[in-house]
């Protein structure tokens, strides 16, 4: 997850504060000394204390596949080992209005896409077969809460034929671009301690997060 380092308009310097809470990083303010979770971007100790941090739109993926449609991005060069890590131990989460709903990444895949109601928002959550990309979209489109499925490639309003680019949600056509929601990866059984009040979707049923922890 990436979350906005910026309080009441002031730039916030984090440094890594070197334990963990709830199996997860911290960080602190350089400023305060304010300990924070990397999980919620929420200050857990110190002078700030509850204060909470905007969540970013951001994603997980292969540098393989961000290169290929992003070809000019930059990049930090460090020494770093290579992770063990696979998208597919991974859940793509969306969190609104205090409500949280975790698509496990293989099911997810395999679905495309995913239409559903997050903090009574309504959301879509993609992921194109074959791909290591996933992103949240809004589903209101000006007053109309739109219905999505992927055809050919393409992110279409079931009712109009209207269409976008299911990454990037660019119109393909003279209407509105798809707001992105922020939403981040995590693994199933850290989803469970941060959200025990959240949700899992599965093909099947929309179950409480505490199945992770059977």
């Known amino acids: 997850m990436v979350h906005r380092r910026e309080l009441n308009g002031e730039a916030v310097i984090f440094g890594n504060q070197g334990d963990l809470w709830n199996?997860?990083?911290?960080?602190?303010?350089?400023?305060?000394?304010?300990?924070w979770s990397q999980v919620t971007g929420e200050a857990i100790m110190g002078p700030l204390k509850g204060e909470?941090?905007?969540?970013?739109?951001?994603?997980?993926?292969?540098?393989?596949?961000?290169?290929?449609?992003?070809?000019?991005?930059?990049?930090?060069?460090?020494?770093?080992r290579q992770s063990g890590l696979s998208l597919d131990q991974t859940a793509v989460v969306v969190a609104l209005n205090d409500d949280s709903l975790a698509f496990p990444v293989p099911a997810l895949r395999d679905?495309?896409?995913?239409?559903?109601?997050?903090?009574?928002?309504?959301?879509?959550?993609?992921?194109?077969?074959?791909s290591?990309?996933?992103?949240?979209?809004?589903?209101?489109?000006?007053?109309?809460?739109?219905?999505?499925?992927?055809?050919?490639?393409?992110?279409?309003?079931?009712t109009t034929g209207d269409a976008w680019d299911p990454l990037r949600g660019l119109?393909?056509?003279?209407?509105?671009?798809?707001?992105?929601?922020?939403?981040?990866?995590?693994?199933?059984?850290?989803?469970a301690v941060f959200f025990p009040d959240g949700r899992v979707w599965t093909p099947e049923a929309i179950v409480p997060a505490d199945r992770f922890r059977e």
Do not use: K
């Open 132 to 158: 290591d990309r996933w992103i949240a979209f809004s589903r209101l489109v000006g007053d109309r809460t739109v219905e999505f499925a992927l055809v050919e490639g393409r992110l279409v309003d079931i």
């Open 171 to 191: 119109p393909l056509g003279s209407y509105p671009q798809l707001e992105i929601l922020p939403a981040f990866s995590s693994f199933p059984e850290d989803y």
């Open 111 to 130: 679905a495309g896409i995913v239409n559903v109601h997050v903090g009574g928002e309504p959301v879509a959550a993609v992921m194109e077969a074959g």
């Open 23 to 35: 199996n997860a990083m911290t960080w602190f303010d350089h400023d305060t000394g304010s300990v």
């Open 52 to 80: 909470q941090l905007e969540l970013m739109t951001s994603t997980l993926t292969t540098w393989t596949d961000w290169q290929d449609r992003f070809p000019d991005t930059l990049a930090l060069e460090a020494f770093a």
